[in-house]
């Protein structure tokens, strides 16, 4: 087999791996973690990653650390040559910062902010990994020609220790986490995305994102959804046949239900305050991605067959994302 296609093959079926090493310009790829403490008093995103974009302020790599109780955002740049990334395993370092499946490490002077301290990660599990569907974007994963790939590494675990930010010390003992990823040349032009592992039932977590897919010269409307619930993964997705009942994006909700042949799901989302994030371009990491992780979506998964309610929560502390022109979302 050549090497190239049998590395292809192993990365595909490894989401959680770096997928850059040998690309050249535009290729971008980064990793999300959410972490939201005990009390549910300290929500934050920390996101590492490398943007190979000539652009701008060249090749880099960066730690974006995202307060979303006090809305700041900073984004911390690192030459190219500090950043290391493990060919067989999720294993990262970004100057003197690591990050794997299983740990955060954070040693991060800046002029405006400094963040210390280690994060250790127990009992997540990801989107299934099989040859036909390599995790969350399903076959699409085989496409070497997406703008855009996406991952879930963990949809909901267990977080210990603690992070100082700015001189204070913030415990995320007993707090839970979700991690997931994106790599490719650039986000999509316009997308929706929406998250919790928050609910009122322990070890449910959903992540639901629409967008608008380049596809050869045209372009088509692409979602992927999971509502995992205590080891079941309930997805509905373009390439499994689910189709969008309803999308209704206003200022401030989210009404989306979708449904396949088994299931319905109905999902009520309310937005709320917004902070500036820097998402990929194919020119630079200098598109503007208003984020928050206050928002709630209210879930109900049912059975088509006979009606029956199989899940019905709210979700709390909802990472919620929406850019570009959204009425394409909607048609």
């Given at each position: 087999?050549?090497?190239?296609?049998?590395?292809?093959?192993v990365?595909?079926?490894?989401?959680?791996?770096?997928?850059?090493?040998?690309?050249?310009?535009?290729?971008?790829?980064?990793?999300?973690?959410?972490?939201?403490?005990?009390t549910?008093q300290?929500?934050?995103?920390?996101?590492?990653?490398?943007?190979?974009?000539?652009k701008?302020?060249?090749?880099?790599?960066?730690?974006?650390?995202f307060?979303?109780?006090?809305?700041?955002?900073?984004y911390?740049?690192?030459?190219?040559s500090?950043?290391?990334?493990a060919?067989?395993?999720?294993?990262?370092?970004?100057?003197?910062?690591?990050?794997?499946?299983?740990t955060i490490?954070?040693?991060?002077?800046?002029?405006?902010?400094?963040a210390r301290?280690?994060?250790?990660?127990?009992?997540?599990?990801?989107?299934?990994i099989?040859?036909?569907?390599?995790?969350?974007?399903?076959?699409?994963?085989?496409?070497?020609?997406?703008?855009?790939y996406?991952?879930?590494?963990?949809?909901d675990?267990?977080?210990?220790g603690?992070?100082?930010?700015?001189?204070?010390?913030?415990?995320?003992t007993?707090?839970?986490?979700?991690?997931?990823?994106?790599?490719?040349?650039a986000?999509?032009?316009?997308?929706l995305?929406?998250q919790?592992?928050?609910?009122?039932?322990?070890?449910?977590?959903?992540?639901?994102?629409?967008?608008?897919?380049?596809?050869?010269?045209s372009?088509?409307?692409?979602?992927?959804?999971g509502?995992?619930?205590?080891?079941?993964?309930?997805?509905?997705?373009?390439?499994?046949?689910?189709?969008?009942?309803?999308?209704?994006?206003?200022?401030?909700?989210?009404?989306?239900?979708?449904?396949d042949?088994?299931?319905?799901?109905?999902?009520?989302?309310?937005r709320?305050?917004?902070?500036?994030?820097?998402?990929?371009?194919?020119?630079?990491?200098d598109?503007?991605?208003?984020e928050?992780?206050?928002g709630t979506?209210?879930?109900?998964?049912?059975?088509?067959a006979?009606?029956?309610?199989i899940?019905?929560g709210?979700?709390?502390?909802?990472?919620?994302?929406a850019?570009?022109?959204?009425?394409?979302?909607?048609q």
């Amino acid at each position: 087999m050549n090497r190239n296609l049998f590395q292809r093959l192993v990365l595909n079926l490894h989401p959680e791996r770096y997928h850059g090493h040998g690309k050249r310009s535009p290729f971008f790829e980064g990793w999300y973690f959410k972490l939201i403490d005990a009390t549910e008093q300290q929500r934050h995103a920390i996101i590492p990653g490398v943007s190979l974009a000539n652009k701008g302020i060249g090749p880099h790599a960066f730690v974006q650390v995202f307060d979303g109780i006090c809305g700041e955002a900073h984004y911390i740049v690192y030459p190219l040559s500090e950043f290391w990334a493990a060919n067989d395993a999720f294993s990262l370092k970004i100057g003197p910062n690591c990050f794997t499946r299983d740990t955060i490490s954070l040693d991060i002077t800046d002029e405006l902010l400094t963040a210390r301290g280690e994060l250790h990660f127990t009992g997540g599990a990801g989107w299934p990994i099989t040859l036909t569907a390599p995790g969350i974007m399903g076959w699409y994963a085989w496409v070497p020609f997406m703008e855009c790939y996406h991952g879930v590494l963990s949809f909901d675990h267990h977080i210990e220790g603690s992070l100082t930010v700015k001189g204070v010390t913030h415990d995320f003992t007993g707090g839970r986490g979700y991690i997931e990823k994106d790599w490719g040349q650039a986000f999509p032009s316009t997308w929706l995305w929406q998250q919790s592992n928050h609910f009122h039932e322990a070890h449910v977590s959903l992540s639901a994102s629409i967008a608008i897919i380049p596809w050869l010269r045209s372009t088509f409307r692409g979602f992927i959804v999971g509502l995992w619930r205590d080891g079941t993964l309930y997805r509905f997705a373009t390439y499994t046949g689910a189709l969008t009942e309803k999308l209704e994006i206003g200022s401030n909700h989210v009404h989306w239900v979708l449904s396949d042949r088994l299931y319905r799901l109905e999902m009520h989302a309310q937005r709320a305050q917004a902070t500036e994030l820097r998402g990929p371009t194919i020119e630079d990491m200098d598109r503007r991605v208003p984020e928050t992780l206050t928002g709630t979506v209210a879930v109900q998964l049912t059975a088509r067959a006979n009606g029956g309610v199989i899940f019905k929560g709210l979700g709390r502390n909802a990472g919620m994302e929406a850019v570009g022109d959204l009425d394409r979302l909607m048609q």
